[in-house]
């Protein structure tokens, strides 16, 4: 039950703060905004984070919240090629809507140069997992190529993903990023489609 709660409280502060860094920025998000708006107090902050910088390595938490709700919403029928496509238009278009293209620049960046864990490659996360099992399924159905490894697929599907961030980022956000990935991420996944 502590184990549940203190998750609790941290993805409270996580969800607060990247609904503040949208809305007022990151440099315009002070701490105490955080703690406000999470409903919890500096102590708590202070126990998970020792600085509001922490907190980008957390956009991980943000989007695995919403690829688990993604699996829940998706239409269990339907063929595994399109779900990949679907989760890809879904995540892209919600990353567009809400998370400043500076603050994706910037994870992307610290990712980058990052000495210790790099959280967009952890195999542990939702997301990895989501992947995997669509394209799990997708090769027993006879949806996806099954003379490949899942966790290639996988790879390269993660990969296609953050090269449409990368590009969308490098452009300054001057096109959508949810139709530029559904223009873009069926042609790159073609060489998988069974």
């Not at 990368?166 to 559904?182: A, F, M, P, R, T």
Request: net charge negative.
């Amino acid at each position: 039950m502590e184990k549940i709660k203190k998750e609790s409280i941290k993805n409270r502060i996580v969800t607060a703060a990247w609904q503040l860094f949208y809305e007022k920025g990151y440099n315009g998000t002070t701490v105490d905004d955080i703690i406000e708006l999470s409903g919890t107090s500096k102590g708590s902050f202070y126990y998970y984070f020792n600085t509001k910088d922490e907190l980008l390595n957390t956009l991980s938490m943000i989007l695995d919240d919403f690829y688990e709700e993604l699996e829940v919403k998706m239409d269990a029928n339907m063929n595994s090629f399109y779900k990949l496509l679907y989760i890809n238009y879904e995540a892209h278009s919600m990353m567009e809507e809400k998370i400043s293209i500076d603050l994706l620049a910037s994870l992307y960046s610290t990712q980058l140069v990052a000495q210790g864990e790099r959280h967009l490659l952890d195999q542990n996360r939702s997301y990895y997992k989501l992947v995997t099992k669509i394209v799990d399924e997708g090769q027993k159905k006879g949806q996806i190529r099954s003379d490949m490894p899942i966790s290639e697929i996988t790879q390269y599907y993660a990969m296609c993903e953050r090269a449409l961030v990368s590009d969308w980022c490098l452009n300054k956000g001057v096109y959508s990023l949810g139709e530029y990935s559904k223009e873009c991420m069926p042609i790159m996944l073609e060489h998988f489609k069974a």
